[in-house]
C-alpha cells in the first residue's frame, strides 16, 4: 500500500496559508484540510452555547457531540450546518486562541486531522502540523510575514466578506494572538526543526505557491525562501 502524501504549511495567524494551501493542493491534486477552520467550529459552537471559551470541561463534553466536515468546494459544516461564513465573524477570531490552547481539543482535532492525512495526499495548515498533528510530513512549510502586511491582508478579506473591521485593531489583534500562539502550553506555533521558511511578506501569491510546489518537487533545498 503506497502511503499517503503530506505538504505540512504551518505559521501565525493571517500568513495567508489557507489561501495558499488550496491554490496549491488544487495544483497538485491534493485535498486541503484547513485545520484552522476546524477550530473556529468549535469556538463558533461554544459561543454559540455560550459556553466560556476557558472552560475546558464543558468544552470537552460539547465536543462529544460535535462533527465537522470539510468539503473540496471550501465549505465548513458544524454538525451539518455550513458555518463557511460565520467561522470568520471578528467574535470567533478573537477566542479562537483559548479554545485552542486545551488539551482536550487540541488531542479531539489532531486525532481526526491525523485519519484525514491517512485517506489521500493532503495539504494541510496550521499552527503545529509540522511540529506536532504530523511530525513525518514529506514536506514541511512555515509561512511568516510582518505584523502590517498580515493586518492588512485579514483587512482585506473581512472588508470582502463585509465584516466590519478596523486596521489597528487587527494590528493589535494579530499580536496578541502571535503572543498566544506562540506560548501556550500545549502545542504552541513553532517552526520545526526541518520546516522550510518562506517570508510571503514582499511575495505575490503566485510566487508564494510556485515556491512551494517547487519545494514539493525538490526544487528547493531545506533552506529559508
Known amino acids: 500500500m503506497v502511503r ?5 504549511i504551518d505559521g501565525p495567524a493571517a500568513a495567508g496559508k489557507s489561501t495558499i494551501a488550496q491554490k496549491v493542493a488544487e495544483m497538485l ?15 463558533l ?3 454559540n452555547q455560550n459556553i466560556d471559551v476557558q472552560d475546558e470541561e464543558k468544552i470537552e463534553k460539547m465536543l462529544e457531540d460535535t462533527t465537522i466536515r ?5 465549505k465548513v459544516y458544524l454538525d451539518d450546518v455550513d458555518v463557511t461564513e460565520a467561522i470568520r465573524q471578528p467574535i470567533v477570531s478573537q477566542n479562537v486562541s483559548a479554545v485552542s490552547a ?49 493586518a492588512e491582508r485579514r ?17 493589535q489583534e494579530i499580536q496578541t494572538r502571535d503572543e498566544l500562539d506562540s506560548t501556550r502550553k ?3 506555533l513553532l517552526k520545526a526543526e526541518d520546516a522550510i521558511e518562506v517570508d510571503t511578506s514582499y511575495m505575490t501569491i503566485e510566487e508564494v505557491i510556485n515556491t512551494i510546489i517547487n519545494i514539493a518537487k525538490g526544487g528547493e533545498n531545506n533552506e529559508a525562501v
Open 4 to 8: 499517503s502524501k503530506v505538504i505540512a
Open 29 to 43: 491534486g491534493y485535498v486541503y484540510i484547513d485545520t484552522g477552520a476546524m477550530y473556529r467550529a468549535v469556538t
Open 45 to 47: 459552537k461554544a459561543l
Open 70 to 74: 470539510l468539503t473540496n468546494d471550501k
Open 102 to 150: 486545551h488539551k482536550v481539543v487540541r488531542d479531539e482535532l489532531k486525532r481526526r486531522q491525523i485519519e484525514y492525512a491517512k485517506t489521500a495526499n493532503v495539504v494541510m495548515d496550521g499552527r503545529d502540523i509540522g511540529t506536532n498533528v504530523l511530525p513525518d510530513a514529506d514536506y514541511k512549510i512555515f509561512m511568516t510575514a510582518s505584523v502590517e502586511v498580515r
Open 155 to 171: 483587512y482585506k478579506e473581512n472588508i470582502k466578506r463585509n465584516i466590519p473591521c478596523d486596521l489597528e485593531s487587527l494590528k
Open 186 to 188: 500545549h502545542s504552541p
